[in-house]
């Protein structure tokens, strides 16, 4: 019986030995794109403090863009919706409305509220999707194209969009994405800086609780209610420094689903987005890596934080779970699609850095999570480990990510200072010191389950309860 | 190990006491020096209008002026520059540079190593600049950061000498097709300044690369005398210089151009026939018609879209051709014909921009 205590005390503290570290040298790298993000966020406020963006908007150099809209089921907020990008401040930009089958009244709302006329097919088709019923143009809106297809999934409508867009540039927009006045031109000035630009993502932030109106938004808030309102800290850390840090290191690879712009020419080099991928946008990326760097082309993946789109995100625990379940399902999917890349030097910091950090860093950190949770309380009921001892694994563990957490609204304050409200600032703090409690061990949950999802080949999104953007209180 | 999980733990929440601090400290510094920094300019925002309106006198605006942070009067000034032009804007010009700061803050910002100074200075420039600040200029406008570059530019709009001129020009050949467009856009606003340099350079081009850049300036300016510089590019032996002048010919309404257009569709390359196609379309040649309808029938998809478009663009006789086409036996002919007779005005008018 000592015996197995003996080796039961040697696996739980060589195990809980091995996870501190884990998160150590995890959440250290993290640091690391903290510190890569301060020079980069430092470029961008330095550029965007006081930029006259008229001047921009008077010129013809900007590419022109064709923004895509995929639609399924929007009948409520689609009008508000397209009004809203057909009004964004921009040199040249039309908007395409891929209608993905829905089965509400989106397609009689679009018709009535644009005056659609049906024209015939006015494009080779490049990418293949699911069948077309009718093409549409607005005799009140000259910049909009409507597309009614039968319904294949987000990525077959963005597929078509592709190749209906007529402009080099092309933009994803979720339907239920607000995207700010100025955010084009501010996403598209890379370009104006030289940049090889082959995509660009901007920064989501976090909707609910926001004063909007006619889907712009008036007032940036943060919302009361716990769920929404923890996502706000966790969104500015993924953003602002994540991925800031990332542009420094040149691995880039998440440009949001619901917000990103692309060259036209290079998603149709790659077939566009992959249908039946529950994260289309991390796979675009990885494939867009791979394709660009095995025709040699020099090209940036830049994220860019001041353009800023606004997202409703989940309210409910069910549809957060879903949400995150999908995510993480994704990221699964897309590392053992693209297992190749790991470690793989014909890739650059994609193979070498990017992908190894995504496999083990965000990948398997929810199992790793996991494990040390239940070793730990194993230890604990054995009398393996001490009270002190436990505690402070956990604290060590998690601190350290609260304390990354807390920098990220450091350079939100520093910088952009979206949050004009001290009552606002008091609440992010917050619901930063209390992500680790709680919020975050939730995520793992679910993000378990989206292992064994991903085992089952599990590709359903899993339906997503959204208020949406009418009527919103302050 | 629990000794140095321990002191990790004391770390972090010594730093997360010391941050969060450091944060609530700033939120109230940064709110009163926000509003210190919005009433200064709105105050000195008041003084320029009053200034315009004669309600202060020179001698009062540049007391204000000099009462203020130099970042105020940068923020204020690019806001109203951007606004105001024209002897009203020249006399604010006339008092800012006359200002105590503008000396020394702004040339300690324009010599200075730091970009994003530099950038400030060349947006002060912008709205501010004068003959004597050529030389100045002239090295902002070939800075090494390209968002000084880009700031500098606008300078243009203030002054401009062929020297200045042929510098810009030069960077703008030398710069990625987004930046290079923009520093055109920016050129085009000096007018008629730009013909003799740039019909020089189409004459006598340095390299073979730079002509489809210069002719597309070309086509953006417009002016008559540089259609003789555009002809003999059309028969340039490279596709994208052919393209190049196909599409700077559509600025031309002329018969020269015309027939050097319809000449280039039966290119053997369809970028420079769905170019050429576009550009008979922009210069309303009718006597072109005969060979728009042939081009319908293109093997190419966007070579018949052009030619359809464009035949669209010369009105009731581009659309009784189009309408026949779409009767025809012609698949292809009658697909494209009654897809652009399906257009709004609005809608071809948004193709051919």
Redo the contacts between chains.
């Keep these: 019986m000592s015996a197995l205590l003996q080796w039961l005390t040697a696996v739980v503290?060589t195990a809980d030995?091995t996870i501190?570290w884990y998160f150590?040298i995890v959440n250290s790298f993290y640091a690391l794109l903290l510190l890569l993000a301060v020079p980069e966020i430092w470029k961008h406020w330095?550029?965007t403090r006081?930029e006259?963006l008229?001047?921009?908007l008077g010129?013809?150099?900007?590419?022109p863009i064709s923004i895509l809209i995929p639609a399924y089921n929007m009948q409520a907020s689609i009008t508000d919706s397209v009004e809203a990008q057909l009004a964004l401040d921009y040199p040249?930009h039309?908007v395409i409305v891929v209608n993905d089958g829905s089965t509400d009244g989106t397609m009689e709302q679009l018709r009535r509220a644009f005056e659609l006329?049906e024209?015939?097919?006015?494009f080779?088709s490049r990418i293949v999707t699911q069948p077309v019923r009718a093409f549409y143009?607005s005799?009140t809106q000259?910049?909009l194209l409507v597309v009614d297809k039968q319904n294949g999934g987000k990525a077959d409508a963005l597929n078509l969009g592709i190749s209906a867009a007529r402009y080099p540039i092309v933009v994803a927009v979720d339907a239920d994405t607000i995207v700010a006045r100025d955010a084009l031109l501010r996403l598209a000035r890379p370009?104006?800086?030289?940049e090889?630009v082959a995509a660009a993502g901007g920064t989501v932030r976090v909707a609910n609780g926001c004063r909007i109106e006619r889907a712009q938004l008036v007032e940036a808030r943060i919302p009361h209610r716990f769920l929404p309102g923890i996502q706000v800290p966790e969104y500015l850390r993924a953003f602002l420094f994540g991925r800031l840090g990332w542009n420094r290191l040149g691995g880039n690879l998440i440009v949001s689903g619901a917000f990103g712009l692309f060259q036209r020419r290079h998603l149709l080099e790659i077939g566009g987005y992959t249908s039946g991928n529950v994260v289309e946008d991390l796979d675009l990326i990885v494939r867009l890596h791979q394709h660009l760097r095995a025709k040699g082309e020099p090209y940036d993946i830049p994220f860019i934080p001041d353009p800023v789109a606004w997202t409703e995100v989940p309210s409910d625990v069910w549809t957060h779970g879903r949400q995150r379940e999908r995510w993480h399902r994704g990221l699964v999917v897309t590392m053992a699609r693209h297992a190749r890349l790991l470690f793989n030097p014909r890739y650059g910091v994609i193979g070498m850095v990017t992908m190894p950090f995504f496999f083990f860093g965000e990948m398997l950190a929810p199992l790793v999570e996991i494990v040390g949770y239940v070793l730990t309380a194993l230890g604990l009921g054995l009398g393996i480990l001490?009270v002190?001892?436990a505690l402070?694994?956990l604290?060590?563990a998690l601190?350290?990510q609260?304390?990354l957490t807390?920098?990220a609204?450091?350079l939100e304050?520093?910088t952009f200072?979206v949050y004009r409200r001290?009552g606002d600032?008091l609440r992010i703090?917050g619901y930063a010191v209390a992500e680790p409690f709680g919020y975050r061990q939730l995520t793992v949950f679910w993000r378990l389950k989206a292992f064994w999802n991903a085992l089952r080949g599990f590709t359903h999104w899993g339906e997503m309860q959204r208020q949406g953007f009418q009527s919103r209180p302050a | 190990?629990?000794g140095f999980?321990?002191a990790?733990?004391g770390a972090?929440?010594a730093?997360?006491l010391g941050?969060?601090l450091?944060?609530?400290a700033?939120?109230w510094v940064?709110?009163a020096g926000q509003e210190g920094k919005e009433r200064e300019r709105a105050r000195l925002g008041e003084a320029l209008r009053g200034f315009l309106t004669a309600r202060l006198t020179a001698a009062e605006f540049l007391r204000v002026l000099d009462g203020v942070r130099p970042d105020s009067v940068?923020?204020v000034i690019?806001?109203h520059g951007?606004q105001i032009n024209g002897e009203a804007w020249e006399s604010v010009v006339e008092q800012v540079r006359r200002s105590r700061w503008f000396g020394t803050e702004l040339g300690r910002r324009l010599r200075s190593r730091f970009w994003?100074r530099r950038?400030?200075g060349a947006?002060m420039l912008a709205v501010l600049g004068g003959e004597k600040d050529l030389s100045v200029v002239r090295r902002l406008v070939s800075d090494k950061h390209?968002?000084v570059k880009?700031a500098a530019i606008?300078v243009l709009r203030r002054v401009c000498t062929p020297e200045l001129l042929a510098s810009v020009l030069d960077e703008a050949i030398a710069?990625?097709s987004?930046?290079r467009?923009?520093?055109?856009?920016?050129l085009l606003t000096v007018g008629p300044a730009l013909v003799p340099t740039l019909r020089q350079r189409l004459g006598m081009p340095r390299d073979d690369h730079e002509i489809p850049a210069l002719l597309r300036l070309a086509g953006e300016v417009g002016a008559p005398e540089l259609l003789v510089a555009i002809l003999p590019h059309a028969r340039h032996p490279d596709m994208e210089t052919r393209a190049a002048a196909a599409r700077a010919l559509g600025a031309y309404p002329h018969a020269q151009a015309c027939d050097a257009l319809v000449g280039l569709l039966s290119d053997h390359h369809w970028q420079v026939r769905a170019r050429a196609a576009s550009a008979l379309g922009s210069i309303r040649a009718l006597d072109a018609r005969d060979v728009l309808t042939a081009a319908l029938r293109d093997a190419n998809?966007w070579v018949r879209?052009r030619a359809a478009v464009a035949l669209r663009q010369l009105g009731p006789a581009g659309v009784s051709l189009l309408k026949t086409a779409e009767r025809s036996g012609d698949r292809f002919a009658a697909?494209m014909a009654?897809?652009t007779l399906?257009?709004?005005d609005?809608?071809v008018?948004?193709y051919v921009?």
């Design positions: 503290t030995l501190i150590l330095k550029i006081d006259d008229s001047l921009y010129s013809e150099a900007l590419p040249q039309e006329y024209v015939p097919p006015a080779p143009r005799r000259p910049h370009f104006l800086l030289g090889r001490s002190e001892f402070l694994f604290a060590a601190g350290y609260l304390l807390i920098w609204v450091v304050e520093a200072r001290f600032f703090l | 190990m629990s999980l321990a990790v733990v972090q929440v730093l997360l941050l969060s450091a944060l609530i700033h939120r940064a709110a940068a923020a690019q806001r951007a994003w950038l400030v947006r390209p968002a880009v606008a710069a990625p987004v930046v467009h923009y520093f055109f856009d920016t998809w879209l697909e009654r897809y399906g257009l709004t609005a809608a008018a948004d921009a």
